[in-house]
């Protein structure tokens, strides 16, 4: 497998684990808009629309547009209200001698209000004023439109209240039962303004939109921007507010009246009259409204001075009206951002920076929905934000669980979702005749080797390479997931032992085909256990002793060599069971002191007289009696108890040389052998804890001998003669144990401070059969290669009198063996000593 197999490995696996959060966006959104639909958002979304309106510029009052405001103190002044038509009639007389261009009179004028209803009603008549009129509904009735007007100077009251009571539309005409469309009184005072200029007309495109100069005039739907099932009767708009402060100049009634105003002011302009009082009730809620707590009500004479000025601004300006995107448009954009809150809470796991993320998608959201706004658009902001941390908050939620139950490097399920899916795998065969499955528990060979040699990185590759491997063998059906470092299982169903048998060769011929990792092929074997589960299986009903059963079977193989599979059977759980007793008893032991040394003494091959004793230990179970150090120093290694242990025997041991060079007088000093284990060799403090033994003890360093095997100096060699030569420094002897066993460098051995060199017993044993072969060689290049370095010989495992007698022939110094004695207990290698034998 190629780097580039192996990324693409790790994209499949981002795309099929993203995949979720892609899901759940979309779900999101169908939800989103289903609540949209039923109007459970339009409120907020108004509220959004609101805030855009504050956050535009202002863009100050229009120059075409004049306000006369009749204001409280007018009210006061003039002394009732409604106004009499007379003074109506008063100041339409004196504006029309400034030649305004239109006037329009936001006053509803049905009934007469004396005196000077004449008067008025020849006033109005004139070409340039547009009356008023109020529709009637289904809530209120009409106000009728003062009389003798003509139809294209009438217009009707053009406020559309939302359900908040806030004016955000602008309905621009209505079709009347049996007469002709009826238009709005901004769109009559639009019309007689810009007569001369331009007409509005139906577009050739869109036959029931109206375009008019510049500007096309797009009609509210239903479901329009943020709106919900709008009651969108006859032809509307968006309003759009050009100022929350001046949308014209006002001046007061009384100011017309008196003639204080610049006729520059009226001339070629469009004055509205209309009431600015707060007391008339003639004021209405705007989007202002929230930021305006003195005043939070607009007059109606200055909404429709917005809408006027909207009007002028689309047509003859070119000024953006509000549009909205279509429905299938909406659906995108809210989903666009629920997938990104999707991703965002997916992709990144810490809380931190997954708010920042979090928080940055919805400056985001805001900036560009601002950005649209101002352009004209008016797109849904409350359901995308919706969307974005819905989605973001249950995918994270949902990924916290995801990752409780799935290895965040492979995708692969973990322990716990392996063992839930082997819990309903056991479930399934309750009631069923003849359903069996299998569990495969596979650990990689020597992958703590690439890892170390090639680095992590390299050795997740090679993970996600073996993954890929393992499911294109597979079934469907079937689960393979990540249980521990390098460590997988897999669960096969609907399978015999034969068949699962056949998956582990075939899995085995899947490995045998090297891993291109870094430009080096890589070779990588696994050891594999199988565990079968259901009617004919002799398992545990426990999927955790399944998986454990598997996880025996796989430690079976891997000791009997990489690249192996076995079967699990009854007698695999026994070992396994005792081997855990095993370890439980052996960390109380030493509470319990139930160890206890034996000495096996060498001799002087020359003298044939004892000249020291190896220590060995040897376990008294309380329940088991003696049992061998082969059976539990194996597991005090792995356990690391070996290096209490190994302590306790070098101080018993120094202790008991201690007693005997009391009690007997020797010709020359006895030596005491310890073996030093591979852990305890590694400890940064043994050279100190040998000084404090040997401080302790009383013991002359001369007389001890540290024995250590010659693949633990291997190991690191550096460091190993660093740590002989501190060992060396206090005097004490040392040995290497089981030469010629292991894989020595002789350029190594001749710096190693070394004393003795023992033969292992292996080469001696088959002395005897041999007058001048093989192993006589090996014995003699030996012993001439320690004296070449200094160093004198022990032959251990020495039985017979022959083989003795080659020794000595040899030239080999000291030997141990049976044929002087066996490990004894300590009184009874007292006792050998006192019969002072020789060999």
């Given at each position: ?393 249950g995918v994270s939620a949902y990924r916290k669980l995801y990752d409780a139950f799935h290895d965040s490097l492979t995708g692969l399920p973990n ?420 019969s002072e034998p020789q060999w």
């Open positions: 497998m190629s780097v580039a197999t192996g990324l693409n490995l790790s994209y499949q696996n981002r795309r099929v684990r993203i995949l979720p959060a892609m899901l759940a966006g979309a779900t999101v959104t169908l939800l989103n808009m289903g609540v949209r639909q039923l109007g459970g958002l339009q409120s907020l979304e108004l509220g959004s629309f609101d805030s855009l309106v504050r956050l535009q510029p202002d863009s100050g009052p229009d120059p075409r547009l004049l306000v006369v405001g009749i204001s409280e103190a007018d009210i006061q002044a003039l002394g009732r209200f409604p106004i009499s038509d007379g003074a109506i009639a008063q100041t339409l007389a004196k504006l029309q001698k400034y030649q305004p261009k239109v006037i329009g009179l936001d006053l509803y004028r049905d009934l007469p209000q004396a005196p000077g209803h004449e008067e008025l009603l020849a006033g109005l008549k004139a070409p340039n004023v547009v009356a008023i009129y109020k529709l009637s509904d289904s809530e209120s009735q009409g106000v009728a439109a003062p009389p003798g007007i003509p139809p294209d100077r009438l217009g009707f009251n053009d406020f559309v209240l939302d359900p908040d009571g806030v004016v955000r539309r602008n309905l621009l005409s209505v079709s009347q039962a049996q007469k002709n469309t009826g238009f709005s009184f901004s769109v009559q005072v639009a019309l007689l303004y810009l007569k001369d200029r331009v007409q509005p007309e139906n577009s050739r495109v869109h036959p029931h939109q109206i375009n008019w100069g510049k500007a096309e005039f797009l009609p509210l739907t239903a479901n329009s921007g943020g709106y919900a099932n709008l009651d969108a009767k006859g032809y509307q708009i968006l309003l759009k507010y050009r100022s929350g402060k001046e949308v014209a100049r006002q001046v007061s009634i009384r100011q017309v009246l008196k003639g204080e105003i610049d006729p520059s002011w009226v001339k070629d302009k469009i004055v509205l009259i209309g009431t600015t009082a707060p007391s008339t009730r003639d004021v209405f809620l705007t989007p202002y409204s929230p930021a305006q707590q003195q005043s939070p009500k607009m007059p109606g004479v200055l909404v429709h001075a917005q809408m006027l000025s909207q009007i002028l601004s689309a047509v003859v300006d070119g000024r953006s009206l509000f549009w909205v995107w279509p429905e299938w448009a909406e659906i995108l954009w809210n989903g666009a951002w629920a997938m990104v809150g999707g991703v965002l809470a997916w992709r990144i796991q810490h809380p931190a920076r997954a708010g920042l993320a979090g928080g940055a998608a919805l400056m985001g959201l805001l900036g560009i929905s601002f950005g649209i706004f101002t352009g004209g658009g008016w797109v849904p902001l409350v359901s995308p934000t919706l969307g974005l941390v819905v989605t973001g908050v322990r716990d979702l392996f063992v839930d899916c082997l819990g309903r795998a056991i479930a399934n065969t309750r009631g069923r005749r003849s359903y069996l499955f299998a569990v495969l528990f596979l650990d990689l060979d020597r992958f703590k080797v690439i890892n170390d040699s090639l680095g992590h990185l390299v050795g997740d590759e090679l993970l996600m390479a073996v993954v890929l491997r393992l499911r294109a063998i597979i079934g469907p059906g079937d689960t393979v997931a990540r249980v521990g470092g390098d460590d997988f299982a897999i669960l096969v169903r609907n399978i015999d032992v034969d068949s699962a048998v056949d998956l582990a060769d075939r899995i085995h011929q899947a490995l045998i085909v090297p891993f291109e990792l870094k430009g080096q092929e890589v070779f990588v074997t696994a050891s594999i256990g199988i565990a079968l589960g259901g009617e004919s299986a002799t398992v545990s009903e426990q999927p955790e002793h399944l998986l454990r059963d598997a996880h025996t079977a796989m430690y079976r193989a891997k000791a009997l060599g990489t690249g192996r599979y076995q079967v699990f059977n009854a007698s695999m759980h026994a070992l396994a069971v005792e081997r855990l007793q095993l370890e439980t008893d052996l960390r109380m032991a030493l509470k319990r002191q139930e160890f206890l040394l034996h000495y096996q003494p060498f001799v002087s091959l020359a003298s044939g007289r004892i000249i020291g004793f190896e220590a060995l230990v040897r376990w008294q179970h309380p329940l088991r009696g003696l049992i061998p150090p082969m059976k539990f120093i194996p597991v005090a290694e792995e356990t690391g108890a070996i290096v209490p242990l190994g302590e306790w025997v070098l101080e018993e041991a120094c202790r008991q040389l201690g007693l005997w060079e009391g009690m007997f007088d020797f010709a020359q000093p006895l030596i005491m052998s310890v073996n030093l284990s591979g852990k305890q060799f590694s400890q940064p403090d043994l050279v100190d804890r040998i000084q404090v033994i040997l401080e302790t003890t009383g013991l002359s360093p001369e007389s001890l001998k540290l024995e250590i095997t010659e693949s633990v100096v291997m190991d690191d060699v550096e460091s190993a003669i660093a740590v002989l030569k501190q060992m060396k420094a206090l005097n004490v002897k040392l040995g290497i144990d089981d030469f010629g066993t292991g894989y020595s460098s002789l350029s190594y051995l001749s710096r190693f401070p070394t004393d003795t060199l023992k033969v292992d017993k292996s080469f001696v044993g088959r002395m005897e059969l041999e007058s001048e072969g093989e192993n006589v060689a090996i014995v003699r290049t030996i012993v001439a290669l320690a004296h070449a370095l200094g160093m004198d010989v022990i032959a251990e495992g020495v039985e017979t009198a022959a083989q003795l007698a080659k020794l000595r022939s040899i030239g080999c110094e000291y030997g141990q063996g049976y044929f002087f004695a066996k490990p004894l207990p300590s009184e009874a290698a007292t006792a050998l000593m006192a």
